[in-house]
């Protein structure tokens, strides 16, 4: 079975422009996470897709956006960029809830 | 709210030495999940070990070893006779059965192998 995929794998973007990464979960999962780590505040939830319905949301300022498709791929966009969005963004998923979630490489946005 | 610790951010040790990685969490509910995931230099996070609040029973996997105890809060990874490839950095993580899948991680623990 092929593993979660992210593309692209690294970004590099200036302030104020938008970014939407793009993540494809395991095949048959339902449920797609997305984290941003960084040295300084490490490993955060941004949000959870589950059958195309946000369930869940972190903290983070409504620049942060995402969707999930109907094949249960999902998007995430930053609007308006920030040097402090520069991050390894993580999507992970997983089959259903409160299992184990299995993470992709991450895309690596540098802002400028 | 939930929260998880790790106190050790950084431990080095050399091969075919025995050593534990420490996890301290809180949470108010009765069902939550824990979970360990490694970090290699590549970035990708690894998942090793998921467990319900309501088995405690200690789980061996080769030379990893979970130590789960309820009375302490604690969720403690042993690696047993360390090899240079486990060098990463590792993270605990909490999940509260209200929150789907929401991870709450520590802020992990990078192992230095050396030969």
């Known amino acids: 079975k092929a593993g979660v995929t992210q593309t692209p794998r690294y970004l590099i973007k200036t302030r104020g422009q938008q970014v939407t990464l793009s993540c494809s979960p395991i095949s048959g999962h339902r449920s797609v996470s997305w984290y941003q780590q960084t040295p300084g505040q490490g490993l955060q939830f941004l949000f959870e897709y589950f059958s195309e319905t946000q369930r869940n949301k972190g903290n983070f300022p409504g620049r942060f956006s995402g969707r999930q498709f109907s094949n249960s791929r999902s998007e995430m966009n930053v609007s308006t960029l920030e040097l402090g969005d520069s991050a390894l963004y993580l999507c992970a998923s997983s089959p259903g809830t409160s299992n184990e979630q299995f993470f992709g490489p991450g895309t690596r946005l540098t802002v400028l | 709210a939930q929260k998880v610790t790790q106190a050790q951010t950084e431990i080095s040790v050399v091969e075919k030495e025995d050593v534990t990685l420490d996890c301290v969490y809180e949470?108010?509910?009765?069902?939550?999940?824990l979970f360990w995931y490694k970090q290699p230099p590549s970035g990708e996070l690894v998942f090793l070990i998921r467990?319900?609040?309501?088995?405690?029973q200690n789980e061996i996997s080769g030379r990893y070893s979970w130590n789960f105890q309820k009375s302490t809060s604690s969720f403690n990874f042993t690696i047993t006779a360390s090899q240079v490839v486990d060098s990463a950095v590792y993270f605990c993580?909490?999940?509260?059965?209200?929150?789907?899948?929401?991870?709450?991680f520590g802020g992990g623990t990078r192992l230095m192998v050396k030969p």
């Open positions: 949470t108010r509910d009765t069902t939550y999940y």
């Open positions: 467990r319900n609040s309501f088995d405690e």
């Open positions: 993580a909490l999940s509260e059965e209200d929150a789907g899948n929401m991870l709450t």
